[in-house]
């Protein structure tokens, strides 16, 4: 089996390989990150902003030993999902105010008291069926977003979506040397392309939009019913964010959970499994690659 180096953390990634990876991260991040605001029709702007915010408060938080990017978990999707239906988005909003808190309050317990306490309360044997489940609940979005689910299927739609899987499937096989780094990549930029050639994009949009603009925030509302439906999300984010830690640790060799440990354990929000995939793509685990990324969006 062919041994790769890993990228560690405290290592400076080299420039010719740091902007395609920051790039391929971000993309990577991307897609995932617009459509749960897009679900719960809210500006996707804010939703990328606060993700990088988060991303690079948590790599100082963690004095950037764990490469990591914080991301939307669709977790989030079906609870929020009742409330916004219910009451509306602010008090969804709310209860996403009422899980951060607690999670900065299960932070704080877990570097006040240690974390083997997790391992009873959330055994690996529980985790991974979280956070394999979480994954394959969004195999009918993929499956909707390719419009695989429409009562009439469009062709250009599928080309554009086997384009694009396919690259990026074929591509961490048979791509050698730099080219294999960045199969996704090539894939976004593969099923682009494939998309123009099918007459499925239009830049109407893009060129009435301003250049710059500050993102729409709203203010939160807080009802006590809609606290309560939203915040066990806390527990399935917490397993799912574990999860990732051990899943990082086998990449990087090193145990996360131990070093730097409560700071990487349970951040206020969730890091994300999308993050994972180009990460051990070739094991590049460098801050300045995840700084890059946190900072494009």
């Given amino acids: 089996m062919e041994n790769k180096r890993i990228i560690q953390v405290d290592e400076k990634v080299p420039f010719k390989m740091l902007v395609p990876l920051s ?9 995932a990150s617009v459509l749960v605001p897009f679900v719960f029709g809210i500006n996707p702007a804010v939703v990328l902003f606060m993700n990088g915010l988060g991303t690079l408060l948590f790599i100082l938080i963690t004095k950037g030993r764990a490469p990591a990017y914080l991301g939307s978990s669709f977790a989030f999707l079906a609870p929020a999902g009742i409330v916004i239906s219910k009451w509306g988005y602010s008090y969804a909003l709310g209860g996403f105010v009422a899980v951060g808190f607690c999670g900065c309050v299960l932070s704080l317990i877990i570097y006040k008291f240690g974390s ?5 309360v959330l055994p690996p044997a529980a985790m ?4 394999a489940l979480i994954g394959l609940e969004l195999a009918g979005t993929a499956a909707s977003n390719a419009g695989l689910k429409d009562e009439v299927i469009d062709s250009k739609n599928v080309i554009v979506f086997l384009v694009t ?19 996704i990549l090539i894939a976004i930029i593969a099923g682009y392309v494939a998309a123009l050639l099918c007459g499925i994009v239009d830049f109407s949009e893009v060129a009435a939009a301003p250049l710059f603009s500050l993102p729409n925030f709203s203010t ?14 806390l527990l399935v984010i917490a397993s799912e964010h574990i999860g990732h830690q051990i899943v990082t640790s086998k990449i990087v060799g090193r145990d996360l959970l131990k070093d730097p440990g409560a700071p990487a354990i349970t951040p206020p929000g969730c890091t994300s499994g999308r993050f994972i995939c180009p990460l051990s793509l070739r094991k590049c685990c460098g801050k300045w690659r995840n700084t890059d990324a946190a900072s494009q969006c």
Avoid at 23 to 31: K, L, R, S, T, W
Avoid at 165 to 183: D, E, N, Q, Y
Avoid at 220 to 233: D, G, N, R, S, Y
């Fill in 165 to 183: 899987l396919l690259t990026a499937v074929l591509g961490s096989v048979v791509f050698r040397k730099f080219l294999a780094v960045i199969p």
């Fill in 116 to 120: 083997d306490w997790i391992d009873v």
């Fill in 23 to 31: 790039i391929q991260h971000m993309f990577a991040m991307f897609g």
């Fill in 128 to 131: 991974g069926p979280v956070v």
């Fill in 220 to 233: 939160p509302k807080f009802k006590w019913e809609a606290i309560v439906i939203i915040l066990p999300v």
